[in-house]
T-cell receptor, first 115, second 109 residues
Framework: IAGITQAPTSQILAAGRRMTLRCTQD?????MYWYRQDLGLGLRLIHY???????GKGEVPDGYSVSRANTDDFPLTLASAVPSQTSVYFC??????????????FGSGTRLTVV | QKEVEQDPGPLSVPEGAIVSLNCTYS??????FMWYRQYSRKGPELLMY????GNKEDGRFTAQVDKSSKYISLFIRDSQPSDSATYLC?????????FGTGTSLTVIP
């Protein structure tokens, strides 16, 4: 089934630990995004990639890093997790970057709890 | 001021009711307007999108954009329990998307 696969689906992580959230898409979309979703704050963009080999910072990038070695994969790394990074993380992709007419395809999310 | 404002609700209606969901925005450069539906513990899915002012209909759903008032709406006719979800508006200029915080809707059988 075409779409976005995120792993793990949920995780409890000790503060200070390093963690990588995985995201893979099979739609050959150029652009990929990482959002976090928090109650009352909605979806906030962490990092994005318009095409393989390029990345950019979103609204809330601090404490996170990404890489885009190929078209399909866009992992998000928390170098040293803190409790404020407890959230639901969504990976998304879109076919184009210059028009919004395509919209986003979202993964099912990773629920991360940092304790 | 947030780029996009959306009443979080929650909104509870009886089955068959007409539902109106709304967002306001501040950036006149926004070009595309979308509505996403998000079921509990799932990712958002694109429901409807529109480019210009006016109405766009798709089955029981109608998206309305008023650029002069910077106001968008989603109407759901003959609402069903399966419509119970959180609805997020979104809009963009270029590849930067801005989302509303979502309105939680419950349709009671």
């Amino acid at each position: 089934i075409a779409g976005i696969t995120q792993a793990p689906t949920s995780q409890i992580l000790a503060a200070g630990r390093r963690m990588t959230l995985r995201c893979t898409q099979d739609m050959r979309h150029n652009a990929m995004y990482w959002y976090r979703q928090d109650l009352g704050l909605g979806l906030r963009l962490i990092h994005y990639s318009n095409t393989a080999g390029t990345t950019g910072k979103g609204e809330v990038p601090d404490g996170y890093s990404v890489s885009r070695a190929n078209t399909d994969d866009f992992p998000l790394t928390l170098a040293s997790a803190v409790p404020s990074q407890t959230s639901v993380y969504f990976c998304a992709s879109s076919e184009g970057t210059s028009t919004g007419i395509y919209g986003y395809t979202f993964g099912s999310g990773t629920r991360l709890t940092v304790v | 001021q947030k780029e996009v404002e959306q009443d979080p609700g929650p909104l509870s209606v009886p089955e068959g009711a007409i539902v109106s969901l709304n967002c306001t925005y501040s950036n006149s450069a926004f070009q595309y307007f979308m509505w996403y539906r998000q079921y509990s513990r799932k990712g958002p899915e694109l429901l409807m999108y529109t480019y210009s002012s006016g109405n766009k209909e798709d089955g029981r759903f109608t998206a309305q954009v008023d650029k002069s008032s910077k106001y968008i709406s989603l109407f759901i006719r003959d609402s069903q329990p399966s419509d119970s979800a959180t609805y997020l508006c979104a809009m963009n200029t270029g590849n930067q998307f801005y989302f509303g915080t979502g309105t939680s809707l419950t349709v009671i059988p």
